[in-house]
C-alpha cells in the first residue's frame, strides 16, 4: 500500500516503490514519447539485415561442420578406428 505522504504530495501518485513515484498514466505518456523519437529501420533495411543474419548463421555451421568433421577424422585416424 502506498504511504499517505506518496498520494498527497504528488497528488495522483498511485504509489512509491524505492522512493520512486508510480503513475501509469505518466509512464505511457513518456513511452510514447520515446518511441516517437526512434529512427525505425525501413522494410528494405530490415530485410538485408535478416538476410545477412540467415547467410552468417549458414556460414557458421558450415564451418563448424567442417571443422568436426576433420577433428573426427582425426581421432580416428590417431586410434585407428573405422576410415
Known amino acids: 500500500m502506498a ?3 506518496a ?3 504528488a497528488g495522483r501518485r498511485i504509489g512509491s516503490i524505492n522512493g ?3 503513475d ?3 509512464f505511457v ?3 510514447r514519447s520515446e518511441v516517437a523519437r526512434v529512427t525505425w529501420p525501413s522494410r528494405k ?4 539485415t535478416t538476410g ?3 547467410a552468417m548463421a549458414a556460414l557458421a555451421a558450415v564451418f563448424f561442420f567442417v ?5 573426427g577424422i582425426g581421432v580416428r585416424a590417431l586410434f585407428g578406428i573405422g576410415i
Open 3 to 5: 504511504s499517505p505522504r
Open 7 to 9: 498520494c498527497a504530495i
Open 20 to 22: 520512486v513515484a508510480v
Open 24 to 26: 501509469p498514466a505518466k
Open 29 to 31: 505518456r513518456e513511452v
Open 45 to 48: 533495411e530490415t530485410l538485408v
Open 52 to 54: 545477412l543474419v540467415f
Open 67 to 71: 571443422v568436426d568433421q576433420v577433428i
